[in-house]
């Protein structure tokens, strides 16, 4: 395929004219001076592309990163240089670390002005290194003809190798600039293919294995890898465990299905690991991963995350998803007895102690019964966030999203409307405390313009409360934790959402179903007190409660 033919046209619309033939629809953000020259071009395809604008660049990240992670397409996000930037980073970097595909557009400074320090307006010291160091990928316009090939190089990275954020930046005399110009046809997708030797042996020791086990991250999720994991865990009747960031690889109502709680169970038992697609740092939580013996075959697309300090294994370097399609061509013919019985006794025991956390549970329950199998749920670094990662049934890819190990405080409601954005017809589900809630509460306009099938379940106790739990554990004494919170109603009314306060799970559970039933936003106050923390169901270096977590081989480990 080769270039369409060249036409004039401004360095804006050049821009705009390959973000269509790459297949963008949706883009967040908001206007500005340096943009104007890329702005005026989308509201001219405006029935190509949608134009989100938020109210605060930090909102436009954000949504972006919930759109790409939620719908699998790429989420684009832009705004203005120097303060805008720096506004829209937090969430570059949870994107960054949740390997997620977003592009990031920031305008930039005119070009014979950049390094100069000539003050001029959002100018900062190399904003391109800034973009650098949360990217896979950086590219600048120098010329407007150069405007298309950065562009699709953009997609190029996006859609091969690591999924994670690029960024581009258009000084505004490039988006303004005329110039004869190509669109170059749409990137297409490129995962890394694993090399044939290394998925053969890793084919032959798990078929020779007694007792193997998938360790499911990240990286399996976002190269859609949960057919071939399913058909690989059936053939070996492997348990699967899946990380924070590897749910709904696996639905969990899959027999072989668990969370990363239940690790805790299988992986002391088994003899070899195949760990697909996940960070898995063994030497460090070794406790919990691996007895003596244990062999590992890392599937990974970056190589360094299949090195030290992670115990010794086969590395093999490529998409998760090719990579498991090849090991489970490569496998041999062989009857497994099923594995069923024994993983649901760990199911049973992961059941019994993340129930025993309350009233969390009651509120994870009253959730899942509102909301379809599709239906999405964001987290938030809050209690109900935490205990979410292990204890809310993930039914369906793509259905839940979490900060990673970023931890991005006030990411959450932002994340959702992205979701929601790329999702209509789903419901999505936005859980926050009353502090992260406060990060982005201006976006309750974006919701109330924009209507969109979103449940906002803000849990209000008047507190920082896990950082004042930590406080109180520590120090014996708490600071600077308390908030002062609007009325909600009033809130969620001064921009037309319907509202609803509860204090049962019960109560939320009825709320839910009917905002789902009657479609559009609604905002529900949970009034709680203070919660027991679930840290140590989701701490891999705290020992696990009490009863011991079973041995699903019912017997000693023989490995």
Same mark, same amino acid.
């Given at each position: 395929?080769?270039?369409?033919?060249?036409?004039?046209?401004?360095?804006?619309?050049? &821009?705009?004219?390959?973000?269509?033939?790459?297949?963008?629809?949706?883009?967040?953000?908001?206007?500005?001076?340096?943009?104007?020259? @890329?702005?005026?071009?989308? %509201?001219?395809?405006?029935? +190509?592309?949608?134009?989100?604008?938020?109210?605060?660049?930090?909102?436009?990240?954000?949504?972006?990163?919930?759109?790409?992670?939620?719908?699998?397409?790429?989420?684009?996000?832009?705004?203005?240089?120097?303060?805008?930037?720096?506004?829209?980073?937090?969430?570059?970097?949870? @994107?960054?670390?949740?390997?997620?595909?977003?592009?990031?557009?920031?305008?930039?400074?005119?070009?014979?002005?950049?390094?100069?320090?000539?003050?001029?307006?959002?100018?900062?010291?190399?904003?391109?290194?800034?973009?650098?160091?949360?990217?896979?990928?950086?590219?600048?316009?120098?010329?407007?003809?150069?405007?298309?090939?950065?562009?699709?190089?953009?997609?190029?990275?996006?859609?091969? $190798?690591?999924?994670?954020?690029?960024?581009?930046?258009?000084?505004?005399?490039?988006?303004?600039?005329?110039?004869?110009?190509?669109?170059?046809?749409?990137?297409?997708?490129?995962?890394? @293919?694993?090399?044939?030797?290394?998925?053969?042996?890793?084919?032959?020791?798990?078929?020779?294995?007694? &007792?193997?086990?998938?360790?499911?991250?990240?990286?399996?999720?976002?190269?859609? *890898?949960?057919?071939?994991?399913?058909?690989?865990?059936?053939?070996?009747?492997?348990?699967?465990?899946?990380?924070?960031? $590897? +749910?709904?690889?696996?639905?969990?109502?899959?027999?072989?299905?668990?969370?990363?709680?239940?690790?805790?169970?299988?992986?002391?038992?088994?003899?070899?690991?195949?760990?697909?697609?996940? %960070?898995?740092?063994?030497?460090?939580?070794?406790?919990?991963?691996?007895?003596?013996?244990?062999?590992?075959?890392? =599937?990974?697309?970056?190589?360094?995350?299949?090195?030290?300090?992670?115990?010794?294994?086969?590395?093999?370097?490529?998409?998760?998803?090719?990579?498991?399609?090849?090991?489970?061509?490569? =496998?041999?013919?062989?009857?497994?007895?099923?594995?069923?019985?024994?993983?649901?006794?760990?199911?049973?025991?992961?059941?019994?102690?993340?129930?025993?956390?309350?009233?969390?549970?009651?509120?994870?329950?009253? =959730?899942?019964?509102?909301?379809?199998?599709?239906?999405?749920?964001?987290?938030?670094?809050?209690? =109900?966030?935490?205990?979410?990662?292990?204890?809310?049934?993930?039914?369906?890819?793509?259905?839940?999203?979490?900060?990673?190990?970023?931890?991005?405080?006030?990411?959450?409601?932002?994340?959702?409307?992205?979701?929601?954005?790329?999702?209509?017809?789903?419901?999505?589900?936005?859980?926050?405390?009353?502090?992260? &809630?406060?990060?982005?509460?201006?976006?309750?306009?974006?919701?109330? +313009?924009?209507?969109?099938?979103?449940?906002?379940?803000?849990?209000?106790?008047?507190?920082?409360?896990?950082?004042? %739990?930590?406080?109180?554990?520590?120090?014996?004494?708490?600071?600077?934790?308390?908030?002062?919170?609007?009325?909600?109603?009033?809130?969620?009314?001064?921009?037309?959402?319907?509202?609803?306060?509860?204090?049962?799970?019960?109560?939320?559970?009825?709320?839910?179903?009917?905002?789902? *039933?009657?479609?559009?936003?609604?905002?529900?106050?949970?009034?709680?007190?203070?919660?027991?923390?679930?840290?140590?169901?989701?701490?891999?270096?705290?020992?696990?409660?009490?009863?011991?977590?079973?041995?699903?081989?019912?017997?000693?480990?023989?490995?």
């Amino acid at each position: 395929m080769g270039e369409y033919s060249p036409k004039e046209m401004t360095g804006g619309e050049a &821009f705009v004219a390959q973000l269509i033939e790459e297949g963008v629809v949706d883009v967040f953000g908001i206007p500005g001076v340096q943009l104007d020259w @890329a702005v005026e071009p989308l %509201r001219v395809a405006a029935n +190509r592309i949608n134009f989100v604008v938020t109210r605060h660049e930090q909102a436009a990240s954000y949504m972006a990163d919930g759109y790409a992670r939620t719908t699998g397409r790429e989420g684009v996000c832009m705004v203005v240089p120097g303060p805008g930037m720096l506004n829209a980073l937090a969430g570059l970097s949870t @994107a960054y670390a949740c390997s997620s595909r977003v592009l990031f557009v920031a305008g930039q400074i005119p070009s014979p002005t950049i390094g100069k320090g000539f003050g001029m307006l959002h100018e900062i010291p190399d904003q391109s290194g800034i973009l650098k160091s949360l990217t896979k990928w950086h590219g600048i316009a120098r010329r407007v003809e150069d405007v298309p090939a950065i562009v699709h190089q953009a997609f190029v990275e996006l859609r091969s $190798g690591h999924p994670r954020p690029v960024a581009i930046e258009l000084p505004p005399d490039i988006l303004q600039g005329r110039a004869e110009v190509s669109i170059l046809p749409r990137a297409e997708a490129a995962p890394l @293919a694993p090399p044939q030797d290394a998925v053969t042996e890793a084919a032959k020791l798990l078929a020779e294995a007694r &007792f193997p086990v998938i360790y499911a991250g990240g990286g399996a999720a976002a190269a859609g *890898a949960g057919d071939a994991v399913k058909a690989l865990a059936e053939a070996l009747q492997a348990p699967v465990v899946m990380t924070e960031g $590897g +749910r709904g690889t696996l639905s969990d109502a899959h027999p072989l299905a668990l969370v990363s709680l239940g690790g805790r169970a299988v992986l002391p038992h088994a003899d070899v690991v195949l760990v697909a697609g996940s %960070r898995f740092v063994d030497a460090v939580a070794k406790p919990t991963h691996s007895a003596e013996g244990t062999r590992f075959i890392y =599937l990974n697309v970056a190589a360094d995350h299949m090195a030290a300090p992670r115990q010794p294994g086969l590395a093999i370097q490529g998409d998760v998803r090719l990579g498991v399609e090849g090991i489970l061509a490569a =496998l041999p013919a062989r009857d497994r007895p099923s594995r069923a019985e024994q993983v649901a006794s760990v199911k049973q025991w992961c059941d019994g102690q993340i129930s025993a956390i309350q009233p969390q549970h009651g509120f994870m329950r009253a =959730l899942r019964a509102s909301m379809a199998d599709d239906d999405i749920l964001v987290s938030e670094l809050t209690q =109900l966030g935490y205990y979410s990662n292990i204890a809310f049934p993930i039914l369906a890819p793509r259905s839940f999203v979490t900060p990673g190990y970023q931890g991005s405080l006030g990411y959450g409601f932002n994340t959702a409307l992205g979701a929601a954005h790329g999702n209509r017809g789903r419901r999505t589900v936005s859980i926050s405390g009353d502090g992260g &809630f406060g990060w982005g509460i201006q976006e309750l306009s974006t919701v109330a +313009r924009d209507q969109l099938d979103i449940s906002i379940v803000v849990f209000v106790d008047g507190k920082f409360g896990n950082v004042q %739990r930590i406080q109180k554990r520590t120090f014996g004494v708490e600071f600077a934790t308390d908030l002062v919170n609007p009325d909600y109603a009033t809130l969620a009314a001064a921009y037309g959402i319907p509202s609803a306060e509860v204090d049962t799970p019960e109560a939320l559970e009825e709320r839910l179903v009917a905002a789902k *039933a009657k479609g559009g936003p609604m905002l529900i106050a949970v009034r709680v007190g203070e919660m027991p923390s679930p840290w140590a169901l989701i701490h891999p270096f705290v020992p696990p409660a009490s009863p011991p977590p079973p041995n699903p081989l019912g017997e000693p480990a023989a490995i």
